[in-house]
T-cell receptor, first 113, second 114 residues
């Protein structure tokens, strides 16, 4: 079955430090992968997505992610975290013939000033 | 900015009441989804629709039902609310646009059944 794993439930970083959020997927075919961010009480906002081509994708708010097929990973990175980045981050894979988004359990990011 | 709306944003209701959570999108998307999310937990797909008059159960069993009579509208109904239904419900829509495919989410309805 297709699945997405986010190993880190909570991560705390200092403002200005670099960030990497891990995501591993299990999917038989070429995956369509997404990273979403959810601020408290809000819906989900798309940060970036990977369908094919360049394995390093750039997103909004200074985020990027790298697709590594050999490791079945799609980790999210940001070189310098801002306090406003504190939120919950979800990795997702498009499954069901392109009809369903399957989400990971999410990683809660806390930013210390 | 995404044009997908959910109402109400917050709802507190007594056990046994019938409720309908509204979801509307103005983007003309064929595919729509309902996700259930408990606090601090992952999103679970409970219903989805490929288009008008098409509805499917998602990965997580739910006592709710949905309908898709119009493209832009995908309401979710609980015939008899129970405390176990307390959760956040997120609606989303998408369309196949090749490399531009993505899902847009509403702001969610936080339901509390007392």
């Amino acid at each position: 079955a297709q699945s997405v794993t986010q190993p880190d439930i909570h991560i705390t970083v200092s403002e200005g430090a670099s960030l990497e959020l891990r995501c591993n997927y299990s999917y038989g075919a070429t995956p369509y992968l997404f990273w979403y961010v959810q601020s408290p009480g809000q819906g989900l906002q798309l940060l970036l997505k990977y369908f094919s081509g360049d394995t390093l994708v750039q997103g909004i708010k200074g985020f990027e992610a790298e697709f590594k097929r050999s490791q079945s990973s799609f980790n999210l990175r940001k070189p310098s975290v801002h306090w406003s980045d504190a939120a919950e981050y979800f990795c997702a894979v498009l499954t069901g013939g392109g009809n369903k988004l399957t989400f990971g359990t999410g990683t809660q990011l806390k930013v210390e000033l | 900015e995404a044009d997908i709306y959910q109402t109400p944003r917050y709802l507190v209701i007594g056990t046994g009441k019938k409720i309908t959570l509204e979801c509307s999108q103005t983007m003309g998307h064929d595919k729509m989804y309902w996700y259930q999310q408990d606090p601090g937990m992952e999103l679970h797909l409970i219903h989805y629709s490929y288009g008008v008059n098409s509805t499917e159960k998602g990965d997580l069993s739910s006592e709710s039902t949905v309908s898709r009579i119009r493209t832009e509208h995908f309401p979710l109904t609980l015939e008899s609310a129970r405390p176990s239904h307390t959760s956040q419900y997120l609606c989303a829509s998408s369309e196949d646009r090749g490399l531009n495919t993505e899902a847009f989410f509403g702001q969610g309805t936080r339901l509390t059944v007392v």
